[in-house]
């Protein structure tokens, strides 16, 4: 039978669960908010979360003070059929103005305001338009447009849409082809990571003199940042003076140096090499610290029934590595998929993966809403990797 928590113990764990909900829960919500707002900080009309109509009050006031100010000033100088006319729209104008002169910043409109509004400014266009073909020398017909204009741009209609831009997501051929660029970039990177860290933690694994300094030399790679690694990669890399270019070239891997960084196919293998380069130490690290903990007992009494050492490794050390190896396919599968920076600095962005994409989309375009869209779809295929690896692949994380 298990003992309900106290409050006194509830208040131990209370700071840590006040971090969680800022720096994790908080930002996850926040992503599938925006993802129901066209939220585009790039244009006026969808600069903010607005889920009904809205008015910039104050610029549509001062709009309205300047009109009415070019009106009093023709109103004398038309015919007297036009004269009534002129006179009612100075008196609507200043209605407006002065319902709304004292607003400082936006205001929410209800029920068919906005759609008035609206209609006024339409309807004062067309009767400016009228006027100016018979008065063409009014300061209203000069000045009108531009404000008019402007006082359209006041009026902000609603960005809600809902789960509608989920939808537009599975349309998204761009969507698609960077999901197939971030799977074949973890799938190899992670194979290749998994067989030669394996081989490297084995050699780390033994007891002969100047170990130490095998497994220093070969964390090397793990401990250089990830941008820092990427910047030597790309020199490495380069068309013109780049050594690895031009051993592939001469080995016949690639038909010209220049295209390792230039073509699809030329980054998605640059970037590959570059990742595995880096993080075979770190999956190493992981499985060396299985490596350590089987009784090595089991060896001895393997070799004295003359087990050989493919026979041991299958039999012995795998099924006992399998919970560590677990956790560092996990490990590893988790950061190749979100892989950002090492594509960024090497390529500058291509392949285009899921990361690159919602970059580009919410920093390069100022779409958060549909950038929103990309991370939370991200998010629920990282989930699925994480279910797959602890529950179908059978990974008793917890117990082992």
């Known amino acids: 039978m298990q003992r309900r928590m106290t409050w006194k113990e509830f208040c131990f764990i209370l700071p840590l669960l006040l971090l969680v909900s800022v720096f994790s829960l908080y930002p996850i919500v926040s992503s599938f908010v925006y993802t129901l707002f066209d939220y585009q900080t790039n244009k006026q009309s969808k600069n903010a979360l607005y889920t009904g109509p809205v008015l910039n009050a104050s610029l549509y006031a001062e709009d309205c003070d300047y009109l009415?100010?070019?009106?009093?000033?023709?109103v004398e100088t038309v015919d007297a059929s036009d004269r009534a006319?002129?006179?009612?729209?100075?008196?609507?104008?200043?209605?407006?103005?002065?319902?709304?002169?004292?607003?400082?910043?936006?205001?929410t409109l209800s029920g068919d305001t906005g759609s008035q509004i609206a209609a006024l400014i339409a309807q004062t266009r067309r009767t400016v338009e009228t006027l100016g073909a018979r008065y063409p020398d009014l300061r209203i017909v000069q000045k009108a447009p531009t404000l008019l204009d402007e006082m359209e741009t006041c009026l902000i209609t609603g960005n809600f849409v809902g789960l509608s831009q989920y939808g537009t997501l599975f349309q998204d051929t761009r969507f698609g082809?960077?999901?197939?660029?971030t799977f074949?970039?973890?799938?190899?990177?992670?194979?290749?990571?998994?067989?030669?860290?394996?081989?490297?933690?084995?050699?780390?694994?033994?007891?002969?003199?100047?170990?130490?300094?095998?497994?220093?030399?070969?964390?090397?790679p793990w401990a250089i940042p990830t941008a820092v690694s990427a910047l030597i990669w790309c020199y490495l890399y380069d068309g013109t003076s780049g050594i690895v270019a031009a051993l592939f070239t001469r080995l016949g891997i690639i038909a010209s140096p220049e295209l390792l960084l230039t073509t699809?196919?030329?980054?998605?293998?640059?970037?590959?090499?570059?990742?595995?380069?880096?993080?075979?130490?770190?999956?190493?690290?992981?499985?060396?610290?299985?490596?350590?903990?089987?009784?090595?007992g089991l060896y001895e009494s393997s070799a004295i029934?003359?087990?050989?050492?493919?026979?041991?490794?299958?039999?012995?050390?795998?099924?006992?590595?399998?919970?560590?190896?677990?956790?560092?396919?996990?490990?590893?599968?988790?950061?190749?998929?979100?892989?950002?920076?090492?594509?960024?600095?090497?390529?500058?962005?291509?392949?285009?993966?899921?990361?690159?994409?919602?970059?580009?989309?919410?920093?390069?375009?100022?779409?958060?809403?549909?950038?929103?869209?990309?991370?939370?779809?991200?998010?629920?295929?990282?989930?699925?990797?994480?279910?797959?690896?602890?529950?179908?692949?059978?990974?008793?994380?917890?117990?082992?």
């Open 177 to 181: 082809q960077a999901v197939g660029s």
């Open 264 to 296: 699809q196919g030329g980054t998605m293998f640059a970037a590959i090499l570059a990742d595995v380069w880096k993080t075979t130490p770190y999956m190493a690290l992981l499985l060396l610290a299985g490596l350590q903990v089987i009784d090595r």
């Open 305 to 400: 029934d003359g087990a050989g050492a493919v026979r041991t490794f299958t039999s012995i050390t795998l099924p006992l590595l399998k919970p560590s190896m677990l956790v560092a396919l996990l490990f590893r599968t988790l950061d190749a998929f979100r892989v950002y920076d090492l594509i960024a600095v090497l390529t500058k962005g291509t392949p285009e993966t899921l990361s690159i994409y919602a970059y580009k989309m919410m920093i390069g375009q100022s779409n958060y809403g549909y950038g929103s869209v990309i991370v939370v779809a991200m998010f629920a295929l990282v989930a699925l990797i994480a279910f797959v690896y602890v529950k179908v692949l059978g990974a008793e994380l917890i117990r082992e």
């Open 85 to 107: 006319t002129l006179q009612t729209m100075m008196d609507t104008l200043a209605g407006q103005h002065a319902l709304y002169a004292d607003e400082k910043s936006t205001v």
């Open 68 to 74: 009415v100010h070019y009106l009093k000033k023709d």
């Open 184 to 220: 074949l970039f973890t799938i190899i990177s992670v194979a290749l990571e998994l067989v030669l860290g394996m081989a490297l933690a084995l050699v780390m694994d033994k007891a002969i003199r100047g170990i130490g300094m095998v497994r220093t030399t070969a964390l090397i």
